[in-house]
């Protein structure tokens, strides 16, 4: 080949290339909205968030979650610090005078310096679908009343609205996440959480600050069920202070149904709510071949039966598209042993925290690659989920600012701001997705898009197409 020809080839495989980044790069809206990078500093403990109740032995840091696969059951737990008390639970329905009691189980743990109060855990059964239910606690002592309200029954169609909220910690920031997401005319029946709690490792695992955050969450999580997760921050592991037990005060305190599913660990599990199908799985535990979590996820997929539950969104604290310079890429390897099982049977949405900021995708996948090919730049596909990174909740680490440049293709929008989601189901094809920043009206949506079903209505739902 002369020299011209060489030049003359050269120049096409360079325009080639050129032509590939931009067409990867060619990514979504980077919000020209910018809230200060600043760290965040938690509320202080003598806040009136914290405060306990009054009386002797008073319940306190009172929480609920689906006590069942099925969202026949809730689990009521609360803290007392005196003495145990009773761990029973009174109960009736909005329309009945009637008192039933569940009995329930008292707990406790040591963390190097520290001792947690009795933790009680209750498990109601037998519940009716659709119907508001008053429950007390603190019998013999200080009873407190509460109520919740149970969801649809399961079935394709039931309509359902979703609060989604991640990495709150005690910020004021948190404060007025959860006012935002309280105040949000939506209105919001339980609460996907996407990991990382109280970021009480960030005050050398004083878990104390476990104990401060339950009761500023109470508001909340005494009225709705919040369905957990676990993040980094809810490891502690500090083997400095002779702590060598992973999730210790997370594992004590926040009780999830994962028996329910044949899941052997609090740490990945699985429910039914409505016409949704909800995994959580674990970042920081084991996922390899051949280990727990992933037998378990291998034969949880095929069990959804998407005429019965045709929503399938799955929790993992950490994401597997990022383009913010944080966290970048730690969720590689978990994603790429499991997205071709996402792609595979069609999940809709996979919800992630980690990084503090907000981020939507694309449906892309990154399947093709097979160490030797070198296809390994993400694509869009109509069978692959759409992923949101929320870990904006408020938390004293601060917010994310820096990004990746250009925006990547798969970024649909991604800002530097807290907020949370909501995710209202319509039906079996249709749901409405809105996330919403703190610093704008309750009912001010900064980012909002229709969903369609990846099994009843598969049809191009990016956000090119809906702008188009």
Request: proline content about 6%; overall charge neutral.
């Amino acid at each position: 080949m002369g020299l011209l020809g060489f030049c003359g080839f050269s120049a096409l495989v360079v325009l080639g290339l050129l032509v590939h980044l931009l067409g990867f790069c060619n990514g979504g809206t980077t919000s020209p909205f910018v809230r200060k990078s600043e760290p965040g500093r938690d509320m202080p403990l003598a806040s009136d968030v914290f405060l306990a109740p009054s009386g002797y032995n008073a319940p306190q840091q009172v929480h609920i979650t689906q006590g069942d696969h099925v969202g026949k059951a809730m689990i009521v737990s609360w803290v007392t610090m005196k003495e145990p008390g009773s761990s029973s639970v009174l109960y009736w329905s909005k329309n009945s005078k009637h008192k039933n009691e569940a009995k329930g189980t008292v707990v406790t743990y040591k963390f190097h310096n520290y001792t947690s109060g009795y933790i009680h855990h209750c498990t109601i059964k037998n519940l009716k679908y659709n119907t508001k239910y008053y429950y007390e606690v603190g019998i013999g002592h200080t009873r407190r009343t509460f109520w919740f309200v149970t969801p649809p029954a399961v079935g394709p169609d039931a309509p359902y609205t979703f609060g989604i909220i991640g990495d709150l910690g005690q910020t004021n920031d948190s404060y007025n996440t959860l006012t935002h997401y309280e105040l949000n005319p939506q209105k919001g029946k339980a609460v996907l959480f996407v990991g990382d709690l109280s970021y009480a490792d960030n005050h050398n695992y004083d878990n104390n600050r476990w104990d401060s955050w339950g009761r500023f969450a109470e508001r909340s999580t005494a009225y709705q069920p919040w369905i957990w997760s676990a993040g980094n921050h809810e490891i502690d592991f500090a083997p400095e202070l002779g702590e060598t037990e992973p999730f210790k005060p997370y594992t004590h305190r926040y009780y999830v149904p994962h028996k329910a599913s044949g899941s052997t660990s609090p740490l990945w599990y699985s429910i039914k709510r409505a016409s949704a199908y909800i995994i959580v799985l674990s970042s920081y535990s084991a996922y390899g071949t051949y280990t727990p979590q992933y037998n378990w996820l291998q034969a949880e997929l095929p069990k959804v039966n998407r005429k019965e539950t045709p929503w399938l969104i799955v929790i993992v604290h950490s994401p597997w598209y990022n383009s913010f310079n944080y966290h970048y890429m730690e969720g590689e390897t978990m994603r790429v042993i499991y997205e071709p099982w996402f792609v595979e049977h069609k999940v809709d949405l996979v919800l992630s925290g980690h990084v503090h900021a907000y981020e939507r995708s694309e449906r892309v996948s990154n399947i093709a690659y097979n160490i030797v090919n070198g296809i390994c730049s993400p694509v869009r596909n109509q069978s692959a989920p759409v992923y949101i990174t929320i870990g904006d909740g408020g938390n004293v680490e601060g917010i994310i600012t820096d990004m990746t440049e250009p925006q990547p293709s798969y970024s649909a929008f991604r800002e530097s701001s807290f907020g949370h989601a909501i995710l209202d189901i319509k039906n079996r094809t249709h749901a409405r997705y809105s996330w919403h920043r703190n610093q704008d009206g309750y009912a001010v949506e900064a980012d909002s898009v229709w969903f369609f079903n990846r099994y009843w209505h598969p049809f191009d739902d990016s956000t090119t197409a809906q702008q188009g």
